[in-house]
């Protein structure tokens, strides 16, 4: 059997307690009482904490602390009607406060309170309870939090209400919530336009403010444009213009227009409504710079169109503007500015500008203390020098190009584009490029070369293609360093970036040191890359990777294997071999400092005179010297004694070594070839030159027998570096003395090509007419040879053949 268990009584209550009077006399006991079941304590308590909450910040702050937020959260839906709305009321007013608001943000209500917008509901739970989203709405997740639960449309229907706090709140939240273009053409959809016009006409100040602030906004977008015109919006705003007694809209209502006036017909509506005339009244108004900075914002937009541009010339606009560039407010010569920036685009207000002045005016403003003013003159003197030579010289004359470079400096990414921009649009005068360069704007263009924004590279690079069209320039941009990071702007994405930045390399690669630097900065592959994809190449980047390699023949040859008969070979010219595309053929300096290899030798054309090579102490074991004595062994190296050096703790400059030999060579071809009057005669002299230099005919049986390889590398060793000049060489194979031609033929006026075949095969092409114009025979067609320089030195062989083509193959 089990324990017994005692009974307990249970005593029924029959009656209900008798009502009991509870004072609470602390915040803490009435947070307490937001727990309680029954409702006449939670209307009490509710109404406490909202009389508690409005006497300041300390004591909503109080509240949050103890815990009130919470159940206030829950009682705004409680069933009970008086209980809701006190609590609505208590959370309206501690959401005030910033750190209510935070708290406000972590949890789950906005659904809640939108939900109670209903017209079902109270006024004062429609006044608190927008009053709260007011607060809210100000953070960008509670923005979304609202659209995303549709609290949109309860909010636009609220604009109706009877009660004017209401409205003020449900404007402040709509007015948060249309920042974002979603939300913009969501006010369109639900017809909020009508409503919004209305409240124009309220009674209060600040309903109207927000009402024309949230106008603003949604004119924005021009579905909500085409509404606001459709429901006399534009008219009912122009009655607030022409309105005196409401001066303190006027700023507002001329925000409103400036967006609607873009639109064609609504300009229509403005000219048959007088709405020019009453514009160009506020521009004039004097001591309002607000409305003043509105109305000029509303001609530049009117000045969009050609036509309308006409209409403004009339009205004089372009004197009013000039002299508003000089008022002392900056929020109104930054609008003049941008008014001047707009109607500049018609030629005939650029002429009127430039014969009232206004281009010194402008350039003045570069000056000023506003960053948002000297961005907005940059632009103004960027359109107004825009192909206008008379406008730029305006611009120097005015000294606005010195001030221009000191801009380049900037943090501001506009004003440095629209200052390159207006530069660039001046440097097409030699003067002005002249004067513009020596006040050091290659040096300030190296900067923004690096810059991530789109506009500042596409104008610094369109202005370094202007400004480095000579060799003095080009050579400034190098020591700048801009070589590197204008290489790097080829790796743009965006089309025009990257077709002006071909086009500057393009304009430097006109000289060799130029072109030279940028392909050690990687510009030739990169520009291989370009050209092979099919989305980025265009014929800019063809055009910079082809002058890249004709005014650098060593890498154009090192790639392509061919030279033209009009790239002439300079001193500095060397044969590193065949290169496959997308390698990066090493500088003559960067090759000769690499280890003595196995590889064959690079080869150096060098006619220069009294030119050294500083090698490392211990490549000095066996220099050489060329014994000019006889012809015969005139490249025959051997050692000589080295003078001592100063020591010196820098590294000395590299220089290319002396070729005397090369300068022998080229002497005796300029003293016997030249004075030859028939052409196939030079050519065949210079063959036999080069074949007696480069170690004499060489039967085509026993061609194996030929060491050269050996002598090349005889000559690494004892120069102790893979870089040897190429008059050093008296065992050349089809490679080198198809080097020697070319070089010794540009040197005396020979035209000929270049061609690289496979296994050390090279040779020359001639262009020949077959008759003789010092006999007076008649000439044909000119004929392709090829120039036998091996087997029988002189011969020429007609290109295509089986001849020329045993020739060129093995």
């Keep these: 059997m089990g324990k017994k268990v005692r009974k307990e009584s249970v005593i029924t209550c029959k009656e209900t307690f008798e009502p009991l009077a509870v004072e609470g006399k ?70 005030s406060n910033g750190d209510v608001k935070t708290a406000l943000q972590k949890t789950d209500v906005i659904p809640t309170i939108i939900d109670k917008l209903s017209s079902e509901e109270d006024i004062v739970v429609h006044e608190f309870a927008t009053l709260c989203l007011a607060s809210l709405s100000v953070d960008f997740i509670c923005k979304v939090q609202i659209f995303e639960n549709e609290g949109l449309s309860p909010l636009i229907e609220l604009l109706y209400s009877p009660d004017p706090d209401v409205k003020k709140n449900s404007l402040e939240v709509i007015l948060n919530l249309v920042q974002d273009h979603q939300s913009r053409v969501e006010v369109h959809e639900l017809e909020g336009i009508p409503p919004l016009l209305e409240l124009l006409k309220s009674d209060f100040p600040v ?89 000029v914002k509303c001609i530049a937009m009117v000045a969009q169109s050609s036509e309308n541009c006409k209409l403004l010339q009339e009205q004089n606009v372009e004197k009013v503007l000039v002299e508003l560039l000089s008022v002392a407010d900056v929020s109104v010569k930054t609008a003049a500015c941008q008014a001047v920036t707009v109607m500049s685009s018609n030629q005939a207000s650029k002429v009127i500008f430039r014969d009232l002045g206004g281009i010194p005016a402008v350039v003045q403003l570069l000056s000023d203390e506003s960053l948002v003013l000297r961005q907005a003159a940059t632009l103004a ?41 207006t530069l660039g649009n001046m440097a097409g005068q030699e003067v002005i490029r002249c004067s513009i360069l020596s006040h050091g704007a290659i040096q300030a263009l190296v900067e923004p070369l690096t810059s991530t924004d789109t506009q500042v590279l596409l104008n610094t690079t369109l202005c370094l293609a ?97 030279l033209a008969s009009t790239d002439v070979i300079s001193d500095g010219f060397y044969d590193a071999g065949k290169a496959c595309a997308g390698q990066r053929i090493l500088t003559l300096e960067e090759l000769s400092k690499q280890p003595v290899n196995e590889h064959q030798p690079i080869i150096v054309f060098n006619t220069a005179k009294e030119e050294t090579v500083y090698v490392p102490e211990e490549r000095q074991s066996n220099p050489l010297e ?185």
């Excluded at 209307?43 to 103890?66: P, Q, R, T, W, Y």
């Design 26 to 95: 602390t915040p803490a006991t009435v947070v307490l009482l937001l727990s309680s079941p029954e409702e006449d304590i939670l209307v009490k308590a509710c109404e406490s904490i909202h009389i508690f909450a409005e006497k300041g910040d300390e004591n909503k702050v109080s509240l949050l602390g103890l815990g009130a937020l919470e159940p206030l959260c829950q009682l705004i839906a409680h069933k009970n009607k008086l209980v809701r709305r006190n609590a609505f009321m208590a959370l309206g007013i501690m959401a």
């Design 381 to 421: 003197l960027s359109n107004l020098t825009h192909s206008n030579r008379l406008n730029s010289f305006a611009v120097y004359e005015a000294g606005g190009h010195e001030m221009l470079v000191q801009q380049l400096y900037g943090s501001c990414s506009r004003t440095v584009a629209n200052s390159a921009a």
């Design 466 to 562: 202007v400004l480095a069209c000579d060799t003095e320039a080009r050579t400034e941009l190098q020591r700048a360093g801009g070589f590197r990071p204008l290489v790097n702007v080829l790796c743009s994405h965006h089309k025009d970036v990257l077709h002006s930045a071909c086009w500057a390399i393009n304009v430097c690669a006109s000289d060799v040191p130029a072109a030279v630097e940028m392909c050690k900065f990687g510009a030739l592959e990169l520009l291989q890359e370009i050209n092979q994809s099919v989305n980025r190449r265009s014929s800019f980047s063809k055009l910079a990777e082809i002058s890249l390699l004709n005014h650098n023949l060593s890498v154009k040859y090192s790639l392509t294997g061919h």
């Design 207 to 295: 309903i109207q403010h927000l009402a024309l602030k949230t106008l603003q906004s949604v004119t924005t977008d021009k579905d909500t444009c085409d509404a606001f015109r459709k429901e006399q919006g534009f008219e009912k705003v122009m009655d607030i213009l022409s309105n005196t007694l409401l001066t303190d809209l006027h700023a507002e209502a001329l925000q409103v227009v400036a967006n609607c006036v873009s639109d064609s017909k609504t300009l229509q509506l403005i000219q048959e409504c007088g709405g020019l005339t009453r514009l160009m009244e506020f521009v004039l108004t004097p001591n309002a710079p607000g409305i003043q900075s509105n109305a």
């Design 626 to 810: 060329i014994d000019t004595s006889s012809k015969a062994d005139r490249r025959t190296p051997r050692k000589k004694k080295v003078e001592t050096q100063p020591e010196s703790p820098a590294e000395k400059p590299w220089k290319m070594m002396d070729d005397v030999s090369l300068q022998l060579l080229v002497k005796e071809a300029k003293e016997s070839i030249i004075p030859l009057s028939d052409e196939r005669e030079q050519c065949a002299a210079l063959a036999r030159l080069v074949s007696e230099a480069m170690g004499g005919a060489v039967e085509m049986e026993k061609l194996h027998e030929f060491s050269w390889v050996l002598h090349l590398s005889e000559l690494e060793f004892h120069l102790q570096c893979n870089v040897v000049p190429i008059g050093l060489i008296s065992r050349g194979i089809f490679c080198h003395r198809a080097l020697l031609f070319k070089c010794l033929a540009d040197c005396i006026g020979i035209s000929c090509t270049l061609d690289r075949g496979e296994y050390n095969r090279a040779w020359n092409e001639v262009l020949l007419f077959n008759g003789n114009p010092s006999r007076n025979e008649p000439s044909s067609q000119p004929c392709r040879y090829i120039v036998d320089l091996m087997h029988q030195p002189g011969r020429l062989l007609t290109a295509s053949t089986p001849a020329a083509e045993q020739y060129q193959t093995i």
